[in-house]
C-alpha cells in the first residue's frame, strides 16, 4: 500500500501569532485561522463558524476551544465541533511546527479519526 504524501505549507513563525490568539490565511480560496493557546498548541480551523459564518478568527481563545464574535458558539479546536447544546462543525487542517516554523498541510484535511490536529516535529 502508497502512502500519501503531505505537501506542507510554511505559513510562517509561532511568535506571529500571539498566545492565545490567531492569524488569518487564504490557501486555496478559503480562509484558515490559525490559533495558539496558551500553552502553545497549534490549530488550524476553516475561519467561518458553523453557525451564522461568524470569523473565528476574531473570536476568543480560551483552553483549546474558540468563542465566536458573533453569538458566542464555542468551538473546539480539537475536533472542530460546537460544543454544548450547540451543533455543528467546522473544517480542521492539520499543522505542525518545525521548530518556530508552522507548517500546514495544503492538501489534506484533518479525518475524524485524527486524534491531534498539532503534529510537532
Not at 511546527?97 to 485524527?114: C, F, I, T
Amino acid at each position: 500500500m502508497m502512502e500519501h504524501t503531505i505537501d506542507w505549507l510554511d505559513i510562517g513563525n509561532i511568535d506571529d501569532i500571539p498566545p492565545q490568539g490567531s492569524r488569518r490565511i487564504q490557501m486555496d480560496g478559503t480562509r484558515i485561522a490559525v490559533f495558539r493557546t496558551a500553552t502553545d498548541e497549534v490549530y488550524a480551523l476553516e475561519d467561518r463558524c458553523p453557525h451564522a459564518g461568524g470569523p473565528l478568527s476574531e473570536g476568543i481563545v480560551h483552553g483549546n476551544c474558540v468563542t465566536c464574535p458573533l453569538h458566542g458558539w464555542v468551538i473546539s479546536m480539537h475536533s472542530g465541533t460546537a460544543q454544548g447544546a450547540d451543533q455543528g462543525n467546522v473544517r480542521r487542517y492539520r499543522i505542525r511546527r518545525d521548530g518556530d516554523r508552522l507548517l500546514m498541510g495544503k492538501d489534506l484535511e484533518v479525518s475524524d479519526a485524527a486524534t491531534k490536529p498539532a503534529e510537532y516535529g
